[in-house]
Nanobody, 126 residues
Framework: QVQLVESGGGLVQAGDSLRLTCAGSGRTFTTIAMGWFRQAPGKEREFVAA????????KYADSVKGRFTISRDSNSNTVYLQMDNLEPEDTAVYYC???????????????????WGQGTQVTVSS
């Protein structure tokens, strides 16, 4: 079993940066693919970014390409989401997710992931 805890959310202005952290526990954490999703009020949960277990395969949603960077540190069982040039449209609850397998799925859907954190709120004011 894998437990995930997000942190780093907050209230920022448009153009600012934030770094979200996902701390994982469980002996299989270093061998699983990880992702970030977000859910805005009244909207469905959507994919943001994913990274394979070795960090070589990375995917981003088109809406965040060039602004967000996902990374992982297996030594500390941590996954990061660096968010730069934030926009009001980025306002959402951000969730860290892990899947039982080490590779990034073809479908970037929430049902491809097996473990979830509790979420952290990111609010971007204009």
């Amino acid at each position: 079993q894998v437990q995930l805890v997000e942190s780093g959310g907050g209230l920022v202005q448009a153009g600012d940066s934030l770094r979200l952290t996902c701390a994982g526990s469980g002996r299989t954490f270093t061998t699983i693919a990880m992702g970030w999703f977000r859910q805005a009020p009244g909207k469905e949960r959507e994919f943001v970014a994913a990274i394979g277990w070795r960090g070589y395969i990375i995917k981003y949603a088109d809406s965040v390409k060039g602004r967000f960077t996902i990374s992982r540190d297996s030594n500390s069982n941590t996954v990061y989401l660096q968010m730069d040039n934030l926009e009001p449209e980025d306002t959402a609850v951000y969730y860290c997710a892990g899947r039982r397998y080490g590779f990034v799925p073809q479908r970037q859907e929430s049902d491809e992931y097996d473990y979830w954190g509790q979420g952290t709120q990111v609010t971007v004011s204009s």
